[in-house]
């Protein structure tokens, strides 16, 4: 019994599903039929003149209306995306453009500037040669005796030596690295040379003695008469009249080696300076607290301006000596480049 109960609803679910699947297959041919219907039925477009002319008039069907704007809608949409694209590609072309012309114009300039570089590099070379030729003078050739001015640089090619345009500026750039990388060692002698000149020139009795006046110079260095006995006597440095008190300063860094009195230079101060100078400063109305043995910068302040000892009216006698020879102060008083070269060589020889 239970088994034909069982068979008995199988048979109706079978049933039902077959008829679910009868009904829907009858929707959608009605479906399809009603859609078939329709898309025959047809419509009459007429176009009516303003005119008196015959009306023009055509039938389409439903079917072609829905492809017609199916197809001018797919147009319609191909079109926008045509066109956005040419938009597109039109802007990159501009800006690709654009771009090469700004990389065109920055070629131009960097050529330029290559070119510019090109001739200072090679008025570098002139003026480096010009400087290490005036080193060579002054005897600082290396102990090998090859000449810095030959061996620093490489030769700098002219322009009828180039190679092509293509080439010529990487050319350039590479001779100008060869030459700045090649300059180093020879700057390096020359900063030693300058630095050497700017010890010398602070260690050389350059600077007025009087501070803040110019004076009056009296009696210059040489031969001259004695104003107290009328007999010539070598006049060992010079004398400049000013004022009781102006205060006197030392010509160059040095170390004080003697402060004293005598009958004839009445106050005076010694100062002992590098490269075998000796400078003194006679008559002085008093000192300013420099002892033996004290450093002194050029510019410090070491005494003032006085009558003391044999003297005709207030001045101060300043006297230069190089070695054990005296030397005419104003020499140096008046340092110019002209004269510096002869002054190395007499420093130098005393050496």
Known sequence: MPVLEYKKAEKEFADRIASWFRRAW???????????VKGKQRFTVMLIPHSEKKIFN???????LIFGTLTLSIILIGFFFLATHFTYINEQNVRLTQERDANEKTLTSLKDEIASIRTAGKHFKTSIDGVLSAIESLDTTPASGTSLVASSFPSYPDDAAST???????????????????????????????TAFRDLMANTPTTWPLKG????????FGWTTNPFTK??????????????????????????????????????????????????????SGFAGKHKGDHVNRGDVIGYLGITGLTTGPHLHYEVRLGS???????????????????????????
């Open 164 to 194: 092509a345009d293509s080439t010529r500026e990487l050319s350039d750039l590479k001779t100008l690295t060869s030459l700045l990388g090649n300059s180093t060692g020879s700057l390096d002698k020359v900063a030693k040379v300058l």
């Open 58 to 64: 055509f039938q389409i069907s439903f079917f072609t």
């Open 231 to 284: 007999v010539g006597y070598m006049h060992t440095g010079v004398d400049i009249a000013w004022g009781v008190g102006t205060p006197i300063v030392a010509t160059a860094d040095g170390t004080v080696l003697q402060t004293s009195y005598t009958e004839d230079l009445g106050n005076f101060v010694t100062i002992q300076h590098k490269y075998g100078f000796y400078t003194r400063y006679a008559h002085l």
């Open 213 to 220: 006046a110019t004076g009056i110079i009296t009696t210059r």
């Open 325 to 351: 020879s005296y030397v005419n102060p104003m020499q140096f008083l008046s340092i110019t480049p002209e004269n510096a070269s002869t002054i190395a060589v007499n420093l130098r020889s005393s050496d």
């Open 26 to 36: 009858m929707s959608i041919g009605s479906f399809f039929k009603y859609v078939m």
